[in-house]
């Protein structure tokens, strides 16, 4: 056998491989990669109690009273899109983090990137959108930044924000507070925010054309907990949908959650749209959905209280929690077999909030 026999067989594969010292665009969708990020750069850099408590606000005591602390950067594509704009979503984004924690939002501070060449009649009217959300939020803007870059640097607007509010149930909801045989609650049907933008952006022309779930999650949350309801923990859905806040939330509160496929409500339309584009709707993004973990017996009332203050929507129970079975998120699916629901790994959207 000659030398040229002798070497061994390499074989070459096509998927492409992921870069591990660079950012890519998954890095911001809500999933694994995401969260690999926060950990291994942002707590390690930023270590301190009330980083490590994982909410989507810090808990912060200020002379006896408790206080919740949030910011929200929002650089969607494009900055309009069927049920709302880049101004409702960073007003929206930032008071339901707020609501997540359990507080009535208060003040906001608002900084802008803008791109040279964006015409100051758009501004204005995102600047309205905004104005008119926090009116319905009850909370003021009292702050902001403005910075400029130059032509073709960015996409017109980036928009931060950050809010501070009341916490109004004590001990607040968290993952610590979970516990087994609490009920899962959703809002309402989910995957139509992720779609709305996709459909904007590509110019897919749905029809009838799906509309952004964005909005205010303040009303929800506070009629639940202004009638001492107590509820042990929210999350709204964002950045990688259903599916990536219950394993969030299972794997900060070491305990298992077992949910129904048939009970999650998905619009006819958005489960057509996501079967033609290839898109699972438990990993599409929403603005305007949140689950609630709260004891057996204020299910049927928390349940009525929402369908009274949203006609439209379809709140439902998906799921119950129970000790750990060694899986974060076991999903019943809709012919009964039951299986893994993993974090959404990879990015099915970019650019959606």
């Known amino acids: 056998m000659d030398e040229k026999e002798k070497q061994p067989i390499t074989w070459s594969c096509p998927v492409e491989q992921l870069d591990k010292s660079k950012i890519v665009l998954a890095h911001g969708g809500g999933g694994t990669l995401m969260h690999q990020l926060i950990k291994n750069v942002f707590e390690n850099a930023f270590k301190n109690p009330l980083l490590q408590q994982h909410h989507d606000s810090a808990f912060i005591d200020v002379q006896g009273v408790k206080l919740a602390f949030t910011t929200d950067s929002f650089v969607v ?20 983090d707020l609501a997540m924690a359990g507080a009535c939002p208060l003040y906001m501070s608002a900084g802008f990137i803008l791109e040279e060449g964006l015409q100051i ?29 130059n032509n073709s640097s960015g996409d017109g607007l980036y928009i931060n924000t950050s809010g501070i509010g009341i916490v109004k149930q004590d001990p607040p909801p968290c993952p610590s507070q979970i516990q087994p045989g609490d009920c899962i609650l959703i809002n309402g049907d989910i995957g139509r925010h992720g779609l709305a933008v996709l459909n904007a952006r590509e110019e897919i022309h749905f029809d009838p054309e799906l509309e952004s779930d964005c909005m205010s999650l303040v009303p929800a949350v506070l009629s639940l907990l202004n009638l001492g309801i107590p509820v042990h923990c929210l999350r709204d859905c964002t950045r990688g949908g259903l599916s990536s806040a219950l394993n969030e939330l299972a794997e900060e509160s070491g305990l298992s ?5 048939e009970d999650i409500p998905i619009r006819d339309d958005v489960r057509g ?16 959905r949140f689950i609630a973990f709260v004891p057996k017996q204020y299910v049927s009332e928390v349940l009525q ?27 019943q699916n809709t012919i009964g077999i039951e299986l893994a629901l993993p974090m959404l790994s990879g990015e099915q959207l970019p650019r959606i909030c």
């Open 77 to 96: 594509k494009p900055i309009f899109f069927p049920g709302g704009d880049i101004g409702k979503l960073a007003v929206c984004g930032t008071v339901n």
């Open 121 to 149: 009649g758009i501004l204005q009217k995102i600047v309205q959108t905004m104005k008119r959300e926090a009116d319905h939020a009850g909370v003021y803007i009292v702050t902001g930044d403005t910075k400029v870059i």
């Open 257 to 261: 959650f077992y949910i129904r496929e």
């Open 273 to 288: 749209a996501c079967e033609i584009l290839g898109l699972n709707p438990l990993y599409v993004a929403n603005e305007g």
């Open 305 to 331: 209280i929402w369908q009274d203050l949203y006609p439209d929507l379809t709140p439902k129970q998906i799921g119950v929690v129970s000790e750990n079975k060694g899986t974060p998120v076991i999903l």
